[in-house]
């Protein structure tokens, strides 16, 4: 059902790789919503993804970008805003990748060569982008930036391993651009904390079907799914909060603050 949330907006959404991604989930919901938007993903991530079917859905433009390249952003920006003939007034940051964790490194064993690149693909690209956006005054006021974190950020998940750090320092960038962005921009700054979903970078994580199943007994809602994630995301996006921001959003099913569930122990 749509409700014309993003009736008149513009964005760009980071991430999308396929159906099971979020940031597919929010690209269909936000075009649902009336909204118009680019694409955009590493060239090698357009090579192996769906991303042409979602924008042949979504009728949205496609521009070929590396989130940690800030030649690449410029030039992401640069069009997405002569497409649009303006500025724009969303964004979706749904990037992470741990080397590490994909070639079974636990945390005592990081290679810190891969601790560095995972480091700028799934936190640094974070500033990076909203660099770009603040320094081509590419927001509009009023306007939202959402990115996509976990609660190991705040807790020790052993097999989660360096992305947790990641996440961590992906909340600290929200906390501290979005005082800037609202300052001078009136625009918000948010992470979502997400309950475990079955996405192509989950599943590299050991154990997280195990995890799935414990979250999902935890929850007093059960898990959040990439659906309902996204759902919530559009709220963000819309003018009905136009007063959150720097905040870390849990969207888990009450995960976040349940000691233990009676699920569990009896």
Known sequence: MSYNLL????????????????????????YEEKASFVLTNTPASLRIGKIYELSHKTKSMVIPADATSIQDLNILFEKTLDHFGGKIDFLLHSIAMSINIRKGLTYPSLNYEFLRKGWEISAVSYHKIMQTAWNKKAMNKWGSIVAITYIASQRSFPHYGDMSDYKSYLESITRNFGYHWGIKEKVRVNTVSQSPSITRAAKAVKGFNQLLILSEKISPLGNASAQDCANYIITLFSDLTRKVTMQNLYHDGGFSHTGISEALIS
């Open 7 to 30: 009736k008149g907006k513009k964005g760009i959404i980071f991430g999308a790789l396929d159906e099971n991604s979020i940031a597919w989930k929010v690209a269909e919901r936000a």
